[in-house]
């Protein structure tokens, strides 16, 4: 499976700008990404919950009764929970595999210098020592200004190693039981898209032609280069049926993003808004 993704900043024009400066999807966004937040944090919870099975179907019911999401924007509050908790997941896996790591690298390092000064009180206990022909492994040296020795330096190193190792199996221990905490930032929307529907994304809807979003209300005559979003139950008395921006096409010297299939849009602050559309497909290797 392959993900391709166009993004770009969203634009203002200035024929839909308000009195204080913004298009109506901004504040549209902004409204709804307050929701979405709420809900993905009530999500997230309920997925990092062990002692109660996840059940889709019956959450999505939940959240649109409780925000007055349609089923696609909170099909979008899972999608994004989900990812979000999952991503979590991998990579305390990952740092806990990194800190396993460092322990066996820093045992082997214990190991050979252990074996090291063995080695060489060894060749020192011996009583011709100075008439040996292999010679010592790790010679005895001082320092005159410090007057310590190379091997004092070398336990010095030991200790600290071990010690190391033993601050490193302690945090082992502790991510191993402490609950994995999820970032959700806010200013995020997340809209999943379906191949069955038109255009990929019934609610957030693109005709798809090279790469310029032609998105439409109810019929085929709406102009060009619109993006067109389904306003949810919970801002349809503030914003109507249909919010409705001009945001022109994605630039991009190849065309590869093809015209049927799904497409999720990701709407973030960063710290301007940005538009993102994904599409996913399994792409024939030739």
């Known amino acids: 499976m ?27 966004l902004t409204s709804l990404s307050d ?16 002692e109660i099975k996840f059940n889709q ?32 997941k991998e990579c ?27 080695l060489a009180r060894k060749f020192y206990g011996k009583k011709n020592w100075q008439s040996s022909k292999n010679g010592c492994n790790f010679p005895l ?27 490193l199996q302690n945090q082992i221990k502790h991510l191993l039981r402490a609950k994995i905490r999820v970032k959700v930032s ?13 255009y990929g994304n019934q609610t957030c809807q693109w005709a798809g032609d090279t790469i310029k979003l032609t998105l439409r209300l109810r019929s085929a005559s709406t102009p060009s280069e619109a993006e067109v979003l389904r306003v949810p139950d919970c801002l349809e008395a503030k914003f109507g049926k249909y919010v409705t921006s001009k945001i022109g096409s994605f630039s991009r010297q190849i065309n590869r993003l093809p015209n049927s299939g799904a ?5 973030y602050s960063n710290p301007k808004l940005i538009v993102a559309i994904f599409k996913t497909e399994t792409l024939a290797i030739p």
Not at 105 to 116: E, P, Q
Not at 263 to 267: E, G, I, L, S, V
């Open 57 to 88: 179907s019956s959450w999505n019911s939940l959240m649109q009764e409780k925000y007055g999401l349609s089923k696609r924007y909170a099909n979008g509050v899972i999608a994004l929970a989900r990812g979000k908790t999952s991503s979590a």
């Open 92 to 118: 305390r896996k990952r740092q806990i595999k990194q800190l396993k790591s460092r322990v066996q690298s820093g045992k082997d390092w214990v190991a050979r210098a252990t074996k090291k000064i063995k």
């Open 186 to 198: 806010r200013g995020s929307v997340f809209i999943v898209g379906s191949k069955d529907e038109s």
């Open 2 to 28: 392959t993900t391709i993704t166009y993004c770009k900043g969203l634009p203002t024009p200035a024929d839909e700008l308000n009195p204080i400066g913004f298009t109506d999807l901004e504040m549209f």
């Open 141 to 167: 040296s001082s320092n005159l200004k410090t007057r310590k020795t190379n091997w004092h330096h070398l336990r010095q190193g030991l200790h600290q190693k071990k010690r190391y190792i033993h601050r």
């Open 263 to 267: 497409k999720t849009w990701h709407f």
């Open 35 to 50: 929701i979405f937040y709420q809900a993905t944090v009530e999500t997230v919870n309920h997925l990092l919950n062990k």
